[in-house]
């Protein structure tokens, strides 16, 4: 058994841990980052699965990391290089297409092709989106405050959200009232008329939640997509150098400049506390580690039920986290591949070409009708029979992720229920991989022989192999009753917790999920704010 003193102690190597750990090195600290696999990163991880062939097991886009870790951390320096996503195409079941371009005409036109109507109204819409996104933007790097309290440091916190509503105008106010509650469904039918655009931007709405586009709330998990950002373009997406593990490493690089100490391997069993205070943990393997505070950035079940005992909180806070909503519903398929699928609605000729959309996102959301009966399946514990369907082509982008001449496929799928009815095992992932083949083959023909290897992750796999609990992408949905000071609980959003010296600062913490890391950063802060006492 071993003993170490640090001045902080993080647990989870993904990227919000990772970020906490570099913030608190360039603060002087002495800190230990303790990731429980053999790799850093989390669930923005690649790894090769099949000889060759790299993949992003489970986060594949970039576009929420905040442009201030960039910059404060140096990554670009230590090899992030975000390359753009071009282009989202929505092949239709008609042999049709919509696509939509980092060409604003050029989109502007394929939509009037479609709908006249709608190409009028996608500007103002744009516009409306955009300002929602930028006008609750502030909000995402604000300490979230406690309305019920009335402490000097929650009654501030009030008035900067006071201030920022009152920089809002009347229609900013009810445009954001109507995001927060509406479904995604009810806000474009407000807006569009055509099935393709209604059912693609509408796909944003579900990700990472059990809910279909007609469930309430689901628009506000729309805007929390929209608020992309890469390099200041705002609403871009990309995809890293190296997949997401590019990004990851390229924390992991500046965390190691800044002299954090990484340890793979080091699975945390419980977290030591004395005298009511956090002051280290204890290894799976035996070993313990002191410190002077701990950060968790693993998610909420795991951070407070299962590293804490549970007689160190109130237990109403242990209610609250018990009844914390984590059910995942997405899967992830990763295909390699000897040729690229053929897409019937824009084909190519002969071996070795591609089309425009392999460039950019090929999105399975022919209408918002399609989606929802996705959903009904989950819903009763099935798999979606025609899931929708989020693919990009990594090879396109970065060569460097296939042997020369082959590619790489990334497929998002939703929805592949946690609470599967008879549970996951080989079968359920040969039918979730089946599904996903006979909905692509439908607008590819040539995709089943052109699989060289399939790797199928469920929301199980999500939670064994990333220690994710209940597989949820976001570490837990984005609902209304958990976000801003409701996430993780009330009264517990400003990232410390009822355990004094353990802080809580991952996806499942203010503001969400997504590669973000601004509740890494944040967390840091906040320790540093405290004085690391």
């Known amino acids: 058994m071993t003993s170490n003193q640090y001045d902080a102690i993080i647990i ?104 006249p109507k709608d190409a009028e109204a996608y500007d103002e819409y744009a516009r409306v989106m955009a300002r929602a996104a930028k006008a609750i933007k502030p909000i995402i790097n604000l300490i979230p405050p406690d309305p019920s309290s009335l402490s000097v440091k929650d009654l501030m916190g009030l008035l900067k959200v006071g201030q920022f509503a009152a920089n809002l105008s009347e229609k900013e106010l009810y445009a954001i009232a109507k995001l927060a509650t509406q479904s ?73 400049a800044l002299g954090v100490e990484v340890r793979l391997n080091a699975s945390v069993k419980q977290v030591i506390v004395k005298n009511g205070r956090a002051v280290g943990v204890a290894l799976e393997n035996g070993d313990e580690l002191t410190s002077k505070v701990v950060m968790s950035a693993a998610d909420p079940k795991r951070t407070f039920l299962q590293f804490v005992e549970q007689k160190h909180f109130p237990d109403e806070f242990v209610t609250a986290l018990q009844n914390f909503r984590t059910r995942g519903s997405s899967g992830k398929v990763n295909i390699a591949l000897s040729e690229l699928p053929n897409f019937t ?103 089943r022989k052109a699989i060289v290897g399939m790797q199928v992750i469920s929301p199980k796999d999500i939670e064994a192999i990333a220690g994710i609990t209940g597989g949820n992408i976001f570490h837990g949905e984005l609902l209304l009753h958990q976000i801003f000071f409701l996430r993780p609980t009330p009264q517990w959003a400003d990232f410390r917790t009822p355990l004094k010296g353990y802080y809580f600062g991952a996806s499942g913490a203010h503001p969400g999920g997504g590669v973000m890391g601004a509740a890494g950063m944040l967390a840091a802060k906040e320790i540093l704010k405290d004085g690391l006492k």
């Open 345 to 447: 609605a824009l084909p190519f000729k002969g071996k070795g070409h591609d089309s425009a959309l392999h460039r950019g996102a090929v999105s399975i959301s022919p209408s918002i009708d399609y989606i929802e009966r996705a959903y009904d399946d989950a819903k009763y514990g099935q798999i979606s029979k025609r899931p929708y369907l989020d693919m990009i082509f990594p090879s396109m982008i970065d060569p460097d992720m296939a042997p020369p001449g082959q590619h790489v496929m990334s497929c998002f799928v939703q929805y592949a229920p946690y609470d599967l009815e008879g549970g996951w095992n080989d079968a359920k992932r040969n039918e979730l991989g089946e599904a996903v083949i006979s909905t692509i083959e439908q607008y590819a023909p040539n995709i």
């Open 184 to 256: 995604s469904a009810d806000l474009l039918e407000e807006w569009f008329e055509f099935d393709a655009l209604k059912g693609t931007k509408a796909a944003s709405g579900i990700i990472g939640t059990f809910l279909g586009p007609r469930s309430p709330g689901t628009a506000y998990v729309l805007l929390h997509h929209y608020m992309g950002e890469i390099d200041g373009a705002f609403r871009a997406w990309g995809f890293a150098k190296n997949g997401s593990g590019g990004v990851s490493g390229s924390i992991l690089s500046a965390a190691k």
């Open 12 to 115: 989870g190597g993904g990227h919000n841990g990772l970020v906490a750990g570099a913030y608190l090195a360039r603060a002087g600290k002495k800190v230990v980052v303790l990731e429980r696999r053999h790799i850093a990163g989390g669930a923005a991880v690649t790894e090769e699965i099949f000889p060759g062939y790299k993949f992003t097991e489970f986060s594949y886009v970039v576009s929420l990391l905040r442009p201030e870790i960039i910059r404060d951390l140096e990554l670009p320096k230590h090899g992030l290089k975000i390359l753009p996503l071009p282009s989202t195409v929505t092949p239709m079941e008609n042999g049709d297409y919509l696509g939509a371009w980092d060409d604003h005409d050029l989109t502007r036109r394929e939509i009037y092709r479609h709908s």
